[in-house]
């Protein structure tokens, strides 16, 4: 059985730094992308930030303030700094197979881990 576990998460004020860490148990085949995606209040998961195929995406709100990392076990680091308020939010790992053919996604879900930014 797959697991993905993340850690990391707490409580930070605005400007301070946070890192997450995502751990991958067991065997996951044929894997071309890594993630992290977020969930705040009221608000739909959103994408944060991705390794597909070598190439590194971010949303817009957080480039330059976020970087991606990943190791040859599909275990993944979130280094996120200037934080702000509206970075607050669960935030999930994901090691998935983008099939290529139609951008379907078979994707891995941690837990999710709570990050908390007050003002």
């Known amino acids: 059985q797959v697991q993905l576990i993340e850690s990391g998460g707490g409580l930070v004020q605005a400007g301070g730094s946070l890192t997450l860490s995502c751990a991958a148990h067991?065997?996951?085949?044929?894997?071309?992308?890594v993630g992290w995606y977020r969930q705040g209040p009221g608000k739909e998961r959103e994408l944060v930030a991705r390794?597909?195929?070598?190439?590194f995406e971010y949303a817009e709100s957080v480039k330059g303030r976020f970087t991606i990392s990943r190791d040859n076990s599909s275990n993944t680091e979130l280094q996120m700094s200037n934080l702000e308020p509206e970075d607050g939010a669960v935030y999930y790992c994901?090691?998935?197979?983008?099939?290529?053919?139609?951008?379907?996604?078979?994707?891995?879900w941690g837990q999710g881990t709570q990050v908390i930014v007050s003002s």
């Open positions: 067991g065997t996951i085949w044929q894997i071309n992308a």
């Open positions: 994901y090691a998935a197979l983008i099939r290529r053919s139609d951008r379907r996604e078979y994707a891995y």
């Open positions: 390794i597909y195929e070598g190439d």
